[in-house]
């Protein structure tokens, strides 16, 4: 059963326009939610998180958006840059565990 | 520099050929994780480990050993591969809960 959810496993956006990655999840008990960008051959990189007290946390360029009651994420970039062209994973975790679910993953294509 | 370190990045090798793939971290990390990356399944843990001595299964532990003898270093132990383990593997380390992880730039294991 996949707690973490995205599914959608590609996106493309224009250079300069808004990309909008979404992340579903199913367990209750997730109280921090992170997303992840990874480049080929690289490992992933943190890029933004946020904690379940929260609905929304900004950096630069990326804000990360909290919908407990729908279960649901999204990390909006704006705007998009072509070196945002990557695959970004969202993951989540709980207190009480030591895990971090991943999801599926997303590929952006950020088009110049 | 802060970094988790894996070895090899790329390993060719035949069934039942006992290997270990090594991770190393400079941070002074309390936990780190092992995962795999298939497509179409995102990363997947396969142990993890919150202290010396102290590590527990993850959600795709059969087939792997770990071990973790000193802080700094939690290498993964193929000890009969298959060539179901064919994949990318990532070695991951945080401080501690709610905290993001940080990443190796992954072993790419085939096992024929």
């Known amino acids: 059963d996949q707690q973490v959810k995205q599914n959608s496993p590609s996106l493309s956006v224009q250079e300069g326009r808004i990309s909008i990655l979404n992340c579903d999840y199913t367990?209750?008990?997730?109280?921090?939610f992170l997303w992840y960008k990874k480049y080929p051959a690289e490992g992933p990189t943190f890029l933004i998180s946020?904690?379940?007290?929260?609905d929304k946390n900004e950096d630069g360029r990326f804000t990360v958006f909290l919908n407990k009651s729908a279960k649901h994420l999204s990390l909006h970039i704006v705007p998009s840059q072509p070196g945002d062209s990557a695959v970004y994973f969202c993951?989540?975790?709980?207190?009480?565990?030591?895990?971090?679910?991943f999801g599926t993953g997303t590929r952006l294509k950020v088009l110049a | 520099e802060a970094q988790v370190t894996q070895n090899p990045r790329y390993l060719i090798t035949v069934t039942g050929k006992k290997l270990t793939v090594t991770c190393s971290q400079n941070?002074?990390?309390?936990?780190m994780s092992w995962y795999r990356q298939d497509p179409g399944l995102g990363l997947r843990q396969i142990y993890y480990?919150?202290?010396?001595?102290?590590?527990d299964k993850g959600d795709v532990p059969e087939g792997y050993k770990v071990s973790r003898k000193e802080k700094r270093n939690f290498p993964l132990i193929l000890e009969s591969p298959s060539p179901n383990q064919t994949s990318l593997y990532f070695c991951?380390?945080?401080?501690?809960?709610?905290?993001?992880?940080?990443f190796g730039d992954g072993t790419r294991l085939s096992i024929l």
């Open positions: 991951a380390s945080r401080q501690g809960h709610n905290q993001p992880q940080h």
């Open positions: 367990n209750s008990m997730f109280d921090y």
């Open positions: 993951a989540a975790t709980s207190s009480g565990t030591y895990k971090y679910i």
């Open positions: 946020i904690s379940s007290i929260k």
């Open positions: 941070m002074n990390h309390e936990y």
């Open positions: 480990s919150m202290n010396v001595e102290v590590t």
